[in-house]
């Protein structure tokens, strides 16, 4: 019996610990992720290692891998993709993993707790809430320290470290029942007050990008398997149909 708790406590606790950050207001919007597309996986790719890896590592990726499932030579991965160096100084070889710079001494110094390892976060958190979350700050001067808040995510520690792209936004509220008689404000929008490098839609398309990669390092097997899959599938059906059509050969002098 103890041991059955343990396993539906395991089962609970992710989502408990997800549910911490306020839940899904605004926005929540649905993606769909193709994953023939890799030209969008490569811009992907190209702005993690520009805007996320200075505290967040890909640590079960390797640059040549990537570059191998992406179609991205090695020069261009070594050129284009790879900014860290080892401890020694030298920089990072195509055939290492995908790790931030950043020392889990200074994380904590400076953020409060280590930036996580972003391998697996599009199957842990799925990848229409990544979307709206990248989507989802907005200044809020009451965060000393970090001066912005999230739409999806409440009381982030993260920066807004896309900022420059998207620009800078305020919450837009308006009062919705709360289900028990009376009435709370969530957020239902946002207004730019100071325009970033891109358009809305072109950094909604980036974030789109940035999220597809991410579920692609989260899975690289993913659509192999789904090949492997829909195979093995025609191959019961055509046993299935084979194994009949032998079944009424040995029973038909029964019958």
Request: aromatic share 10%; glycine share 12%; proline share 4%.
């Amino acid at each position: 019996m103890r041991n059955v708790l343990l396993i539906i406590a395991g089962l609970l606790l992710p989502g408990l610990c997800f549910g911490a950050g306020g839940g899904v207001t605004y926005p929540d919007d649905k993606i769909q992720i193709d994953w023939n597309d890799k030209a969008a996986m490569q811009r992907g790719a190209r702005t993690f290692v520009n805007y996320c890896m200075g505290c967040h590592s890909a640590g079960y990726s390797r640059y040549n891998r990537v570059g191998a499932d992406l179609g991205i030579p090695d020069e261009l991965v070594q050129s284009e993709l790879i900014f860290t160096t080892n401890a020694a100084g030298e920089r990072t070889k195509v055939g290492e993993l995908m790790k931030s710079n950043m020392t889990a001494q200074y994380g904590e110094k400076a953020f409060g707790i280590v930036p996580p390892d972003l391998s697996l976060v599009a199957r842990s958190r799925g990848v229409n809430w990544l979307y709206n979350y990248m989507r989802g700050f907005y200044l809020d001067e009451t965060r000393e320290g970090i001066g912005v808040n999230n739409g999806v995510f409440a009381n982030v520690g993260m920066p807004h470290v896309l900022a420059e792209l998207q620009g800078l936004q305020i919450p837009k509220y308006a009062s919705k029942p709360d289900g028990h008689g009376g009435e709370h404000e969530v957020i239902v929008g946002f207004d730019i007050i100071k325009p970033g490098s891109m358009s809305k839609s072109d950094y909604d398309k980036t974030i789109h990008d940035l999220v597809a990669f991410l579920d692609y390092v989260a899975e690289p097997y993913k659509q192999t398997r789904k090949n492997v899959g829909t195979g093995v599938i025609i191959f019961l059906l055509v046993f299935l149909v084979l194994a009949y059509m032998l079944k009424k050969e040995y029973w038909k002098d029964v019958h």
